[in-house]
């Protein structure tokens, strides 16, 4: 998988203008110890099975909308990252966190996100192998350990592991404020529409 390019991407939008990424590296640490202390049997698979191939295990905090047959304790779950939760009370803006972890050989297929465009999904990197990687539009880019990054999921993408080693990161949802939103916007008014499409970038 080759590095993240370093000229500006066309598809993963310029950190530096979502403030919350940079708190979400700053906590690096408190996500990385909480995860640690958790076994994999703490985990559940996501349910919808059409989206994947492999095994895409989830430790969900919290979540504001999930199908019927995801069933989480989420309370416990909350207990057990007592100073992730901590950092999320802090920050309002995020609605939705949780340790995605991708067993390798794992495959989430090409997709849209079925979202507003008021609110995004970042990614924040606590263990990442040689060979995982995701695409968006007809980029290919992989993570770092500790650095967080955020693409707007109305554009195709998709995510493999093709290490040996899970890859796990910190996931969150968060609302855009509206300084952040006419950025996307503007970003999104750029992208080729073909990439609007489930199917219209690369295949990983």
């Known amino acids: 998988?080759?590095?993240?390019?370093?000229?500006?991407?066309?598809?993963?939008?310029?950190?530096?203008?979502?403030?919350?990424?940079?708190?979400?590296?700053?906590?690096?640490?408190i996500f990385l110890e909480e995860m640690q202390a958790l076994s994999r049997?703490?985990?559940?698979?996501?349910?919808?099975t059409d989206a994947y191939l492999g095994e895409w295990w989830l430790f969900i905090l919290f979540y504001n909308s999930y199908p019927d047959s995801l069933v989480v304790d989420f309370e416990a779950n909350q207990r057990r990252c007592?100073?992730?939760?901590?950092?999320?009370?802090?920050?309002?803006?995020?609605?939705?966190?949780?340790?995605s972890w991708m067993e390798p050989g794992c495959h989430i297929v090409p997709h849209v996100d079925l979202k507003p465009d008021t609110q995004l999904r970042a990614h924040?990197?606590?263990?990442?192998?040689?060979?995982?990687?995701?695409?968006?539009?007809?980029?290919?880019?992989?993570?770092?350990?500790?650095?967080?990054?955020?693409?707007?999921?109305?554009?195709?993408?998709?995510?493999?592991?093709?290490?040996?080693?899970?890859?796990?990161?910190?996931?969150?949802?968060?609302?855009?404020?509206?300084?952040?939103?006419?950025?996307?916007?503007?970003?999104m008014s750029k992208v080729d529409p073909k990439f609007l499409a489930s199917g219209g970038g690369r295949t990983m």
């Not at 998988?1 to 640490?29: G, H, Q």
């Not at 049997?41 to 919808?48: A, Q």
């Open 124 to 187: 924040l990197a606590l263990r990442i192998p040689d060979g995982a990687g995701f695409r968006v539009g007809d980029e290919r880019h992989t993570w770092r350990d500790g650095e967080a990054l955020v693409f707007e999921g109305l554009i195709d993408h998709e995510t493999a592991n093709f290490g040996s080693e899970p890859r796990i990161l910190m996931m969150v949802d968060f609302t855009l404020t509206e300084e952040e939103l006419a950025y996307s916007r503007e970003f």
């Open 1 to 29: 998988m080759p590095p993240t390019p370093s000229a500006p991407s066309r598809f993963v939008f310029d950190k530096t203008r979502f403030p919350i990424l940079a708190e979400l590296e700053a906590a690096f640490p």
């Open 41 to 48: 049997d703490e985990y559940v698979l996501w349910p919808d």
């Open 82 to 99: 007592p100073r992730s939760m901590e950092f999320f009370a802090k920050h309002p803006s995020i609605f939705a966190a949780g340790f």
